[in-house]
């Protein structure tokens, strides 16, 4: 594979018969979350829920999945990890659309980009309160919920976190997601071990910078063009390539790792 312009990579039936939960999956084919759920279809799951914060958007996404991909048992449900209430009913609904749920990928996160000294209270609290706490509110009710459950053909269960490199580099104007990253990480290594004793695994993806069309519109090319440009390979990562490792993590490949974060970079710092 040119490493500089990389081939999309088929699926190789990685997980095969297990039934996937993404949140933030929606975008219709625009970033990371979507991304997971096609690659997650084409490794051969045999059914999969994905959420999203739109009902308009999240639609869109589940029909253009089954479009893409063929297969029927994909269903959508809206809703915001920020809402104990709501992350519990998302559960429950992918626990009865998939007969169990044998792969949790959390991908709900928020960022905004502001100075720490102009910045106030609320936008720091919302996007820890998504980034980090919808994380760990998604963490802890799916490990309850696979604690109770009988192990499967597929163990006890995996979860998959989004994290990013930020939870280790420094960026200025990204305390507040930088900070929460890093909360992913530390929550992904702890609750590993707790998890370990009734047999689920979790692990973490840090990207460091995935390109998708959004991001092409919404931030400055010279910007772009600069972050690009600090990684080993001048680009930045299609987002399928993220999508790759989260599949990998949630596969049996990664068997024996569990509280681990793995860099989708070619530095941490």
């Known amino acids: 594979m040119d490493i500089h312009n990389p081939s999309y990579v088929a699926g190789h039936g990685l997980l095969k018969g297990r039934s996937v939960l993404i949140t933030a999956g929606a975008g219709a084919g625009a970033g990371i979350g979507f991304a997971a759920a096609k690659k997650c ?5 045999r059914s999969i829920v994905i959420s999203d914060i739109h ?12 479009q893409d991909t063929g297969l029927d048992q994909i269903f959508g449900k809206t809703c915001n990890v920020a809402i104990e209430e709501q992350v519990q009913a998302l559960i429950a609904f992918s626990e009865d659309q998939l007969g169990g749920t044998d792969v949790l990928i ?3 996160g ?5 100075a720490l000294i102009h910045m106030e209270d609320p936008e720091w609290m919302k996007v820890i309160d998504v980034t980090l706490n919808g994380t760990m509110r998604m963490t802890r009710h799916m490990m309850r919920v696979m604690k109770e459950r009988v192990p499967g ?11 990013s ?5 420094a960026q200025k104007e990204q305390a507040h997601y930088a900070a929460a990253k890093a909360g992913v990480m530390a929550l992904t290594r702890c609750a590993a071990l707790e998890a370990a004793e009734f047999g689920v695994r979790i692990n973490a993806v840090s990207p460091s910078l995935a390109v998708h069309p959004m991001l092409k519109k919404s931030a400055p090319a010279d910007l772009l063009a600069e972050l690009e440009g600090r990684e080993a390979y ?7 390539e993220v999508a790759n490792i989260m599949v990998f993590l949630a596969s049996d490949y990664s068997s024996y790792l569990t509280g681990e974060t793995i860099s989708c970079s070619s530095q941490q710092a």
């Open 55 to 66: 009902e308009g958007r999240l639609q869109e996404s589940v029909n253009k999945l089954k």
């Open 41 to 45: 279809v084409e490794e051969g799951c």
């Open 165 to 169: 490199v930020l939870g280790w580099r």
């Open 234 to 240: 001048g680009r930045g990562a299609e987002v399928w």
């Open 106 to 108: 959390n991908n709900a």
């Open 110 to 114: 928020l960022g905004t980009t502001k």
């Open 153 to 163: 053909e597929f163990g006890g269960g995996v979860i998959v976190n989004n994290a």
